[in-house]
């Protein structure tokens, strides 16, 4: 059986052991098992309920999404779920919160034998960036995409000093303790927030030279920090 749910959203990805709980809710507000404003910028939750779902595993094993009475709704395969009403996710299906591709969720299972079922949702990315494209940093410390220099002056400088420091960590994860200490030192007043409304519009400055780089290049691990995709 299996023991593991990874979720993964265009940004982040969550891995959820299913042996300690079977009940996982999803929204804004702290109470929640997985609370998107700790990883995503609050303007880009703020469609997002407090309590928005709820995957539960049942007894065979599979695994049913409620939406919890939510404002903006949650939507299987293009229509919106009918509140407090248990829907099976199965392969080839397409959720998201509030309707919005931003919260699309991927959901599988882990494998742990041969003869485990496998669920998948496979995201939709509209303009996806491929790894054939090149990002790197050249002998001057700019940035090159697909074979252009990124004018300093697109991003702020604690945006570069940010991209600077993932870009060295290239292929790790970077916490964001990690970050805050790097870029603005022990400041008491820096949340992992901060850190994330900059990781943010780096991938929506971005997506603005290439589409979908942004999101191909910076990647948020739900729980540890982020990732900058080495190329």
């Not at 599979?62 to 919890?68: E, H």
């Not at 949650?74 to 959720?95: C, I, K, P």
């Not at 300093?152 to 990690?178: C, D, K, M, N, R």
Request: with cysteine; proline share 5%.
């Amino acid at each position: 059986m299996n023991n593991e749910l990874l979720v993964e959203f265009p940004h982040f990805e969550v891995l959820i052991d299913l042996s300690a709980q079977m009940e996982w809710v999803v929204g804004v507000a702290k109470s929640c098992d997985l609370t998107l404003t700790d990883y995503l910028p609050s303007d880009e939750t703020r469609i997002i309920s407090r309590r928005h779902l709820k995957l539960v595993r049942v007894a065979d094993g599979s695994v049913v999404v409620n939406d919890l009475g939510s404002t903006n709704g949650t939507y299987l395969n293009g229509e919106r779920m009918v509140a407090q009403r248990a829907y099976v996710v199965t392969a080839d299906d397409q959720l998201e919160l509030a309707g919005n591709p931003i919260f699309l969720m991927c959901v599988r299972f882990r494998q742990t034998s041969a003869t485990t079922p496998y669920y998948h949702l496979d995201p939709i990315t509209p303009t996806p960036f491929t790894p054939m494209r090149t990002f790197y940093a050249d002998d001057e410390g700019r940035f090159v995409l697909d074979g252009k220099v990124i004018p300093a002056t697109h991003f702020t400088p604690i945006e570069e000093q940010v991209l600077s420091y993932l870009y060295a960590h290239s292929g790790e994860v970077v916490s964001y303790e990690q970050i805050i200490s790097h870029v603005w030192g022990y400041d008491e007043t820096v949340q992992n927030n901060t850190v994330a409304k900059v990781v943010s519009n780096l991938r929506r400055k971005l997506n603005e030279r290439a589409d979908g780089a942004g999101d191909y290049i910076l990647r948020t691990v739900w729980g540890r920090g982020i990732r900058c995709q080495p190329l």
